[in-house]
């Protein structure tokens, strides 16, 4: 059984939109689960009657992205511990053939553990192709010139990591549940939870085809200042867990720079988001030192 884990934040219009880029015959054969982060928010119950299929699972509190899937991947892992579950962010679509491509995928490859999309944004721009992570400087490019053709077969890629827009767990290859690191609210939750199971030996690749179109942060951007302290924070959180001390110094310095630069500008939304994220940080490092 395929599994749609949708986390929403108040974007009950982009569910919809996302639902409905999915063929008919596509969606009776799958079970949407989303884990609604927006206790309050009651605009998702009228989907309730329109897809039989679907399942409203409340949060307690905005439990922040990772903390989300983890509730939805618990609930799906306790009923059907050997299915497929493909998280999807609410401000995306779906390309008409994308959910046989990932059936094919995994029927192929049967020992794929993590699965990621080629995707793009909304003006026809790749946004992801395929992660990479240089521990030794911190980077973690996404975007390498690859051929995408129309109609392909289903083939993949081996990447490093996936982006957690679109990113497929085989739930029958792991031990136990996987779980993301709820020390990320929000960004590089994706980045952590591919590399400690790269760490570990499991299979992770990525679609040679663009099967995803994201409005790039349709969501996020509602609070610039919001984002950008928990950007900041999951970074530098990300660096001390899986760089190098020189990786984790050099972004450090870079940030640091970055807010001053802002604070120039007076650019507020800017320069405190991201000294509020480097505060976290650092208290964080101080309550407890690795």
């Given amino acids: 059984m395929l599994y ?4 929403n934040y108040y974007s009950t219009d982009l569910i919809q939109l996302l639902l409905k880029s999915i063929p008919a015959p596509d969606l009776a054969n799958l079970h949407i689960l989303i884990v609604n982060n927006s206790p309050d928010d009651l605009t998702l119950q009228p989907l309730t009657p329109i897809y039989p ?15 989300g899937c983890n509730l939805g991947l618990n609930w799906i892992y306790e009923r059907d511990p050997h ?5 999807i962010n609410p401000d995306t679509t779906l390309v008409d053939a994308a959910i046989p ?3 094919t995928c995994f029927a192929e490859h049967p020992h794929l553990a993590i699965l990621g999309t080629q995707i ?18 911190g980077s973690l490019p996404h975007q390498r010139p690859i051929a995408s053709l129309e109609n392909p077969p289903a083939k993949i890629i081996p990447s490093r990591w996936v982006s957690g827009c679109s990113l497929i767990l085989n739930l029958a290859q792991f031990e136990s549940c996987p779980q993301f690191d709820t020390h990320y609210f929000l960004y590089y939750e994706d980045n ?3 590399e400690r199971y790269f760490k570990q030996g499991y299979f992770i690749a990525v679609t040679q085809t663009i ?14 200042k ?6 900041t924070f999951s970074k530098l959180y990300f660096l001390q867990q899986h760089g190098t001390p020189l990786a984790l110094l050099l972004n450090l310095g870079y940030l640091s720079l970055k807010i001053i630069l802002n604070w120039i500008k007076q650019n507020p939304d800017n320069y405190q988001g991201r000294w509020q994220g480097l505060q976290q940080f650092l208290q964080s490092r101080v309550s407890h030192p690795s």
């Fill in 4 to 7: 749609l884990l949708i986390i």
């Fill in 53 to 67: 299929n679907l399942t409203l699972l409340s949060a307690p509190e905005n439990l922040g992205f990772g903390g």
């Fill in 83 to 87: 299915s497929i579950v493909w998280l």
């Fill in 101 to 103: 491509y990932i059936h």
């Fill in 120 to 137: 793009q944004d909304s003006q026809g721009n790749s946004w992801f192709t395929q992660g990479q992570f240089n521990r030794w400087l």
């Fill in 192 to 194: 952590d939870l591919c």
């Fill in 211 to 224: 099967l995803v179109t994201h409005q790039v942060s349709a969501t996020s951007d509602r609070n610039l």
């Fill in 226 to 231: 919001a984002k950008l302290h928990h950007a």
